[in-house]
């Protein structure tokens, strides 16, 4: 079985899309990023808050602000018998002689006042503004505020919003829009607070707009790789980029943040395939069995059956206060991939992948038990597939021991096993 990093150099370039529980490390295998991510803008979100450039200089703000520069402007004023500075006697006798020649009380006066809209100031608004807005008002973000990898966001988040609410110089900068021209300018400012947040609100700014180079975006996700936590599921992943791999090199990759757990799609011909990891699948599957469905005058183990889950359903009330229900059992594979006809938009054909991180044979043996019984069990439009719609299994494993021993079935099988030295079960034209 290949060792983690071994995985992680074959799948890296699939993975920039992973926003589950994991861990931030840099990204040294990715040789190309996989081109085609939906919701790009989201991940990007994500990505920037992830980059160290952005989180060391919300971390040293409270420092850099301390170096919050103003100009001094001269502006020359008429007053009435009021002198507010520096009079300016040649423009007051023209302006005296021009309204009343016989007026001793108007006075023109030079007076000072500091500025505030500086074109640095303005990106530096900016940049804050945009940063709050992220990590206060993004429902996206704000809901990975509890994941190990963006915990440094929840006190991060902070010294953003209190110098905006409470930095009476930085309040007296308005929000106006930027050319280009200026973010660059300041990009060269000796001032460190607003050339680094230049800098930052011109990365922003271009990825939103897709002004960049295919270089500095594979960077960015490369210094931002979340690596999944668990073994396991780094496994599961494993196989299912191999899935994508051996039936299509034009895939759009989805985010794998938890909603849908939809991984990739892609079309070929008249169909269209979607992939699904530790998911139930799209709406129209399901994996539930109902106490009804055991219900059976005939089958004597099929109503010993429903005799134990009413009894379970009874003293689970009783001893531990839990509503009582109907469901029996609902099943959760660890790979779905469902082909769908794009004229009618049904279900023809169903692909269910079990994974097994695992070179025992017993466990992989487990593995083939639960992934028939998905087989079968699984419903299509609330009726059972099997037998209404081709449905193959799939069983994924390390390199088992005895595996010269087994009989691999022909693409005929209902079910394949497929190994690390062992992929020719994954494509799936066949079905």
């Given at each position: 079985m290949p060792n983690q990093e071994k995985i992680i150099e074959e799948i890296a370039s699939y993975l920039h899309t992973y926003v589950k529980e994991g861990y931030v490390r840099f990204d040294s295998f990715s040789k190309k990023i996989h081109p085609n991510i939906n919701r790009f803008?989201?991940?990007?979100?994500?990505?920037?808050?992830?980059?160290?450039?952005?989180?060391?200089?919300?971390?040293?703000?409270?420092?850099?602000?301390?170096?919050?520069?103003?100009?001094?402007?001269?502006?020359?004023?008429a007053n009435?018998?009021?002198?507010?500075?520096?009079?300016?006697?040649?423009?007051?006798?023209?302006?005296?002689?021009?309204?009343?020649?016989?007026?001793k009380l108007t006075f023109v006066t030079n007076e000072t006042f500091r500025s505030f809209d500086t074109q640095e100031n303005l990106v530096l608004k900016n940049l804050l503004v945009l940063l709050q807005n992220e990590l206060y008002h993004n429902p996206y973000v704000t809901k990975f505020l509890d994941r190990a990898w963006f915990q440094d966001w929840k006190s991060l988040r902070q010294p953003v919003d209190k110098i905006l609410r409470e930095n009476i110089?930085?309040?007296?900068?308005?929000?106006?829009?930027?050319?280009?021209?200026?973010i660059k300018n300041t990009m060269k400012h000796r001032n460190p607070l607003y050339r680094r947040a230049a800098h930052l609100l011109d990365r922003y700014l271009r990825f939103k707009r897709g002004d960049f180079e295919q270089e500095e975006y594979?960077?960015?996700?490369?210094?931002?790789?979340?690596?999944?936590?668990?073994?396991?599921?780094?496994?599961?992943?494993?196989?299912a980029i191999q899935i994508i791999k051996a039936n299509t090199d034009e895939s759009t990759l989805y985010l794998m943040d938890g909603s849908d757990n939809m991984i990739a799609s892609w079309e070929k011909g008249d169909y269209y395939y979607t992939l699904y990891h530790d998911s139930?699948?799209?709406?129209?599957?399901?994996?539930?069995?109902?106490?009804?469905?055991?219900?059976?005058?005939?089958?004597?183990?099929?109503?010993?059956?429903?005799?134990?889950?009413?009894?379970?359903?009874?003293?689970a009330e009783i001893f531990f206060n839990r509503p009582r229900t109907k469901l029996y059992r609902q099943g959760r594979p660890d790979l779905i991939l469902t082909v769908r006809h794009k004229e009618t938009n049904e279900i023809e054909k169903i692909m269910i992948g079990e994974v097994k991180h695992t070179t025992n044979i017993n466990y992989a043996l487990r593995g083939l038990e639960e992934?028939?019984?998905?087989?079968?069990?699984?419903?299509?439009?609330?009726?059972?597939?099997?037998?209404?719609?081709?449905?193959?299994?799939?069983?994924?494993?390390?390199?088992?021991?005895?595996?010269?021993?087994?009989?691999?079935?022909?693409?005929?099988?209902?079910?394949?096993?497929?190994?690390?030295?062992n992929k020719k079960g994954l494509k799936f034209d066949h079905l």
């Open positions: 803008e989201d991940l990007f979100s994500l990505r920037f808050l992830l980059h160290e450039d952005t989180k060391s200089f919300v971390q040293e703000l409270p420092k850099l602000i301390r170096n919050f520069k103003t100009i001094t402007r001269t502006k020359q004023l009435r018998a009021e002198i507010r500075g520096a009079i300016d006697w040649p423009e007051t006798i023209r302006t005296r002689l021009q309204t009343n020649y016989k007026d110089y930085l309040q007296r900068v308005p929000e106006a829009p930027l050319s280009v021209r200026s594979e960077q960015l996700l490369r210094e931002t790789f979340i690596l999944p936590k668990e073994e396991d599921v780094l496994f599961e992943l494993y196989w139930t699948g799209p709406r129209d599957l399901s994996f539930q069995t109902y106490a009804d469905e055991l219900k059976s005058k005939d089958n004597k183990y099929i109503q010993q059956l429903h005799k134990s889950f009413e009894q379970t359903n009874q003293y992934l028939s019984d998905y087989i079968h069990l699984v419903k299509y439009k609330g009726e059972y597939a099997y037998g209404q719609i081709p449905v193959k299994g799939l069983l994924c494993l390390g390199e088992i021991e005895g595996q010269e021993d087994i009989e691999q079935g022909g693409e005929k099988e209902i079910i394949q096993i497929v190994t690390p030295t």
